[in-house]
């Protein structure tokens, strides 16, 4: 009996060996599922880790200026001939004929002065031309007499060339009395104030009965005479913008009174240097006034339109980098990196810079770069909407004509 459970048992023993390795493979085998589940899992956590660690950006090539580009900048009208008109002699107004905003023509009286004391030194300056007049007819007689009778040999030579000499004496002070009538008569003539040209009175500062004092002195002028059917037109154009002003230049311009109309004006010179304080280079232009719309002395926003630099670039505001290294813009190269380029700006619009090297058509800008970036970095290129960049350039160029005023 003992000996059947001996074989009994015996032939279990085996089978609890297979049993209990095949629950040791199990279990190995599930601790080897949750250890490679668990390194691939680190591993897809460690690639989407690094996959968002790589910034996405936007890109774009930059766009070229335009063939032109308009300036605005203000500017100042002033009449095409003033003039401050003084008195050339003293005395007291009588009279004034022509006040502010009168239209005058050329030798219109605009004013009369009383002189009394310039009266009378030309009635002194007569008389003292018929008293040297009667004076030089007696010199002449006795000079003539005194040559006859030298003639005839009854007195001396000497005597006759004092009485020759005499006569030229005589002549010489009646031409120099001629000489003061004239003057006197000559200031006599500007007791009459005249319009010297055609034109419009922008100035009275006289009345009736103020004293004159002659010449300008500290005194404002009695009046201002200004002729307004053209007018110029002053306007300070900055110094890299000097090079494009040449022979031919139009602008247009236009005035707060009048909104909604602009006018035409031509180049007509400029003063051919940069003012030092402004680094500017003064500009005239010509205006035709003949509507009479326009006044001197107004503010004005003045248009031109210059020529671009065909190697101008046009990036938004945002793609500049600011570092130590100088102003740069990152692009993206071939292979997904990024690159930073120095660059140097021309003019700043605002929203838009406009770049005059440093960059080419080829180039894919990051329009807002991340501020860790660097050289080499790899970047995710989003896929902006069709001319993003371009459509903010095209609002760059409307900046334009307001980045100078």
Not at 77 to 89: D, G, K
Not at 215 to 233: C, I, K
Not at 260 to 281: P, R, Y
């Amino acid at each position: 009996m003992s000996s059947e459970i001996e074989i009994a048992h015996n032939k279990r023993l085996p089978h609890l060996k297979l049993v209990g390795l095949a629950v040791l493979l199990v279990a190995a085998g599930i601790a080897a599922s949750g250890i490679v589940s668990r390194l691939h899992a680190h591993t897809q956590l460690a690639q989407w880790s690094a996959e968002q660690a790589v910034p996405t950006v936007v890109a774009a090539p930059p766009s070229q200026s335009a063939a032109t580009q308009p300036l605005v900048l203000p500017g100042h009208l002033a009449a095409f001939v003033n003039a401050p008109i003084y008195a050339r002699v003293s005395g007291y107004l009588h009279a004034w004929y022509a006040d502010i905003g009168t239209h005058v023509k050329a030798g219109q009286l605009l004013g009369l002065i009383d002189t009394p004391d310039l009266d009378q030194q030309l009635e002194q300056a007569k008389a003292d031309l018929q008293s040297s007049i009667a004076n030089e007819r007696l010199a002449a007689v006795t000079a003539a007499r005194w040559q006859k009778m030298d003639q005839e040999g009854s007195v001396s030579q000497q005597v006759t060339d004092e009485k020759t000499s005499d006569l030229s004496a005589k002549q010489a002070t009646v031409a120099a009395n001629q000489a003061n009538v004239k003057r006197l008569e000559a200031l006599e003539s500007f007791k009459r104030i005249i319009a010297p040209f055609d034109g419009v009175v922008t100035a009275r500062t006289t009345d009736i009965g103020n004293l004159i004092d002659a010449g300008g002195g500290n005194r404002p002028e009695l009046f201002a005479v200004s002729d307004e059917h053209r007018l110029r037109v002053y306007v300070n154009v900055p110094q890299s913008y000097a090079s494009d002003i040449k022979p031919g230049l139009s602008a247009t311009l236009t005035v707060p009174e009048h909104p909604g109309m602009t006018f035409n004006a031509t180049l007509d010179n400029t003063d051919d240097s940069i003012t030092q304080s402004s680094g500017t280079l003064l500009v005239q232009l010509m205006v035709d006034n003949s509507s009479g719309l326009l006044i001197p002395g107004d503010y004005t926003k003045v248009k031109l339109t210059l020529p671009a630099n065909s190697h101008s670039m046009l990036v938004p505001a945002s793609a500049l980098i600011f570092r130590q290294q100088g102003l740069q813009v990152a692009v993206v190269d071939q292979d997904g990196r990024a690159e930073l380029k120095p660059v140097s700006v021309k003019t700043d619009l605002g929203t838009q810079v406009e770049l005059d090297s440093g960059l080419s058509v080829t180039d894919r800008v990051i329009a807002n770069p991340p501020d860790s970036l660097s050289a080499g970095d790899r970047v995710r290129v989003a896929s902006p909407s069709p001319t993003l960049i371009h459509r903010a350039a095209v609002a760059g160029h409307n900046q334009t004509e307001s980045a100078h005023d």
